[in-house]
């Protein structure tokens, strides 16, 4: 073969390398596009939560007689997309299916009273505490001096949410507890109310509320600091930009105190829906 011909192969195939690589970059540059610009571009936060936690959110039938999702995460997540600039997109998912939802690209946060355990962490990133709230236990009122203290509730089933750290809180302060797991706390409640479980283990904002619609229920006596560090945002990993923009937000709600006002109107919606 001439050493023309053989100049001209090079050149067509090195050219044809360059291209493959700048299409490889084109596409990794397109994966790595930032997400608080997209959200921008897009006029859209898609916001991921389980709507069956009641004050964090939870569902009613509102004055025009159509079913919405409210609570104080619901306002938190109002909150970010005004200073962000855009409409807000609530998804109502199972729980223990939020984290995975980020990264996949089907929310672009997890608003829903969530914990940054470290194996949440290992998939996505959090904002700042936002919230910190004790957990406690809930039985039924003809219970209430069986059940007092975690200990005496010693072997016996107990319910909690899938996929939440209130399972931890049972296996760790209740002797050979036997933990039933369900995704939606209002199922655990019918359980509780059946006899099929002895108590279930929540946050104390959501057992008050849960009582408070319910008064054949009680709280039990004894309460558990959260020592995991409270509720945070989960965010797509390695993405500073929107975090920024969410930990500004949260000073914000802080500095203003709007957070016990977003609070006391959820327990007043609560109890508004239960008097209807």
Known sequence: MKKGMLKKIFAIATIGVMSIGLISCGKKADENTD?????????KLIVGLSADYAPYEFHIINESGEDEIVGFDVEIAKEIAKDMGVELEIQDMDFDSLVAGVPAGKIDLVISGMTPTDERKEVVDFSDIYYVAEHGFIVKAENKDKYKTFADLKGQKVGAQMGAIQEGIAKDNIPEADVQLLSNVND?????????????????????????????????????????????????????????????????????????????????????????
């Open 35 to 43: 997400k608080l610009a997209q959200i921008k571009e897009n006029g």
């Open 188 to 276: 655990l409640v019918l359980s509780l109310k059946s006899g099929k479980i002895e108590a279930l283990v929540v946050e104390l904002p959501v057992a008050e509320m849960i009582v408070k619609n319910n008064p054949e229920l009680v709280v039990g006596e004894e309460k558990v600091k959260d020592t995991e560090g409270g509720s945070a945002i989960a965010v797509k990993k390695d993405e500073q930009a929107l975090l920024d923009s969410i930990n500004s937000t949260i000073k914000r709600i802080q500095d203003e105190n709007l957070l016990d006002q977003f609070i006391i109107d959820a327990n007043d919606l609560t109890t508004k829906q239960v008097q209807e």
